[in-house]
Each structure stands twice: as C-alpha cells, then as structure tokens.
C-alpha cells in the first residue's frame, strides 16, 4: 500500500519506518524542514534500538521518504496515519489535541477519493467521532473518508520490534471498509498469529489509557512496598519474585524506583484519572490520583535514601554523579525523566552534580542546561563523593567495579533502580545502598 506518516517524532519516525520494512510505499509528513531534510539523508534525530539502520536501508531504498508538503502526501497515498503528538493540556489533565485536529485541517481539504485516516496518537475518548465528523465536512470525498483508531503500545527504547511485532492490535472501526484498510495495512503482522482487537472506537481510546494506567498503577504500587521495606527493614527484590511468580500477578513492570517518566506514562495516567472523574467513577479516580501522588512523591524518596547514605554528611556541597538522564534505557527521550528530576533536586539542595548517560546527555543538556554533563563512564565518578543510579541503562549493570572504585574521593553508591547486584561492588570496596533493600 501507499501510506502516510503524518507526524515525525517519537511515535512517527519508528512507525514510518516500520511500515517500510513492511513493504509499503511511505511518505513521512512533518513541519521541521531541517528534521525533514535530516530524516531524507537518513540520520535519525532521536534514538531508538535498531531505529537507525532501519531508516538508513529504507530512505537508501526509497521505499521511505519525507516532505513538509501535506498536500503531496494526500495525492500520494490512501492510507494516513496520524501520529501528532497529544500533549498534556494546559489545565494538566486532559490531553491537549490540538495537534491531531491540525493535522486533519490540513489533510482533509485534500481527500478527493477514498481514504482512510487512521489515528496512532493518544488521545481522550470520543475524539474519534469528532475526528470524523471534521475530516468528511472538509474532505471533498465527504463520508468515503474512514476513520480508524489505532493506539500504539510502544515501549521507547524497542519502538521498532512493538512496532514489527507486537503483542497485539487494535482497531476501533465504524465500517467495513475501515476494518479491511487496518488489516490490509498490517496484513503482513497479522499473518505471523498477531491477534488483532476489532472494536468501536469508544473501547479502542479507552484501551490505550487502562493499558498504560495499569502499568502505572503497578509501578507506583511495587514503589509503595519498597517504602514499606525501607521502614520494616524487609528486601523487596524478593518480594517481587515471590509475587511474580503467581500467574495472576507477574513480576513484569514491577521494578522498584524512583518512578515512571517519558512522554507516555505521566500524561496517560493524568488524563485517564480526568477521564475517570468526566464519566462519574469517582473511586476510580481515587484509586488512579493515589498512584499518581506516590510516583510523584519518588523524588523525596531518593533525596531521603541519598541523605541516608551519607550519614552526618550533608547533601550541600557534595560532588555527585547521576548515572542517567534518559527517563529509562535505549532512548535518549528525557521528557519527566525522574533522574533528572532528582539531579535538579540534588543541585537545588547545593550539591554539585554531574549527569552522565550513554545516549540522552545532548536531549538533557537542553533541557535542564544548568546541570553539569559528560558520556565518559569511568571519567564521570572522578572527584564524585557520591554516585546516584537512577536509569537502569545496562552500561551500568556491565560497569566493572574494581575499573571504577580508585576514581571517586568515597566509593559510595545508591542505586535508586535497585538494578545492580550489589555484592560484586561491595567485595571491590563500594558502599552500596538501594531503595527497599537492607544494606549487608
């Protein structure tokens, strides 16, 4: 098929990629003409697994291509994703959409034949039938333009393999015809024993919000238990394993931290929360703002176990290194990343911080230019009194200890991801100290 990507960010570069490893003829449409010309050169401007070569091999191939044009791509394909970003709005609960029915005010006015518009961006249930009701009036196709919701769930860091193979589809249709175009387009996903979910576009938004609410809700939970931990002296490293071991439970998604970040997680639990409280279930959004309350409370936690850790020791003027700016491992996105939250925090308390990170110093450099920055390892503990972890990145779990232990002033660690085995570290000299685990 011929196929648009309307959108070039962290959703619509891997997805306009993918969909060229699929086979399909792609135009990626966005309104960065230096992102645009970037993108057509084959340099990828964000980082993600795989991403790279992915976009290298199909801009080569030119099976993949890019314009500023809306217009071109309307002429050119018959199928448009819509992959804008949604936002939270300005009251910091609801999604703000402004995006999404920008991209249709451009597109729709040139829809002069059948088409289908099909939805990836995250957005508040019933959006779709104002969607649709907007693209018909300006399409001079008028109601043979479709509508399908399709939600992503991507984990950044492996947008390309969620995208290749996910675990599941959903397409939330009102017609026939926009059922066949969402199994035409994936039909090469859907023929591997992908299951696909054909539903009302009601279900198909609200899915989107419980899926990535839930895994909220487990986090902030699992973090719950590790404070319980910290107070009772108890491991909750194997508190995890004993439940997730039970079928019902699993242990997936249940790292304990200092909280979950990105451009996902925090504005779907907030609108999701909002959504709650619009359809009246008031103790579901109870429940939801409790998780809300406890992953934004994850900071103090941190400052809490750093203090701790250094005993008499206070925080001002102490030389720290956070290991991580990225809000999680194999992206450099650092939108409400919690460890640079806490590297704020830390410099707002008079400490002396240097962030490293493998792949998002030059994203955090510009969002929080008043941190000190380097991607040498080894180079970022020398001097440093105390070293943070706080994105569990694998650099650090593979980091060799006896390489790093001569270079700080005190080998002390915290690790607020609990990611490390600690014992290697302890045996070269290392004191280490991790959220809801009893020190040895």
């Known amino acids: 098929m011929r196929v648009s990507v309307i959108g070039c960010g962290h959703l619509g570069i891997p997805h306009a990629a993918a969909m060229a490893e699929l086979g399909h003829e792609v135009i990626g449409v966005d309104v960065d003409q230096a992102k645009v010309d970037r993108l057509n050169a084959g340099e990828c401007p964000i980082y993600e697994t795989g991403l790279p070569e992915l976009l290298a091999r199909h801009t080569q191939s030119r099976r993949l291509r890019f314009t500023t044009d809306i217009r071109e791509a309307a002429e050119f394909a018959e199928l448009h994703f819509i992959g804008v970003g949604t936002p939270i709005d300005a009251d910091g609960r609801s999604y703000d959409t402004a995006q999404v029915f920008g991209a249709i005010r451009q597109l729709a006015p040139h829809l002069d034949r059948a088409s289908t518009i099909v939805g990836k961006s995250t957005v508040t249930v019933g959006t779709t039938s104002q969607v649709t009701a907007l693209a018909q009036r300006l399409a001079p196709a008028g109601n043979q333009v479709d509508v399908v919701w399709n939600p992503e769930f991507l984990r950044e860091g492996h947008a390309v393999e969620d995208t290749l193979r996910p675990d599941r589809l959903i397409a939330g249709v009102t017609t026939a015809e926009g059922e066949k175009a969402i199994r035409a387009v994936y039909a090469g996903i859907i023929d591997t024993g992908v299951p696909i979910f054909v539903t009302d576009p009601q279900t198909a938004e609200l899915a989107k919000g419980a899926a990535n609410t839930f895994l909220g809700l487990k986090i902030s939970y699992i973090n719950a238990v590790a404070d319980m931990c910290e107070a009772a002296g108890g491991d909750v490293s194997q508190i995890v394993d004993i439940l997730g ?46 998780a809300e309350e406890i992953n934004e409370n994850r900071t103090d936690v941190a400052l809490g176990l750093i203090s701790r850790a250094l005993g ?22 650092v939108r409400d990343s919690p460890a640079l939250a806490l590297s704020q925090a830390l410099q707002q308390a008079g400490a002396t911080v240097t962030v490293h990170d493998p792949q998002a110093v030059p994203t955090a450099m510009v969002r929080n230019p008043e941190l000190d920055y ?53 045996a070269t000299g290392w004191t280490v100290h991790q959220l809801g685990r009893p020190g040895k």
């Open 312 to 333: 008499d020791r206070p925080i001002k003027d102490t030389r720290i290194t956070v290991w991580g700016a990225a809000f999680k491992p194999g992206t450099n996105d």
């Open 245 to 290: 071991i039970d079928p019902r439970i699993g242990a997936g998604g249940m790292r304990p931290g200092i909280g979950y970040g990105g451009g996902c997680l925090p504005k779907d639990v907030r609108a999701f929360t909002a959504s709650a409280l619009q359809l009246g279930a008031e103790q579901a959004a109870t429940l939801l703002r409790a």
């Open 374 to 426: 380097t991607d040498d390892l080894e180079a970022s503990v020398d001097g440093a009194e105390l070293v943070v972890l706080a994105t569990e990145w694998p650099e650090y779990r593979q980091a060799d200890p006896h390489a790093l232990v001569d270079r700080p002033a005190n080998p002390l660690l915290v690790d607020c991801r609990t990611t490390l085995d600690p014992e290697p570290w302890r």
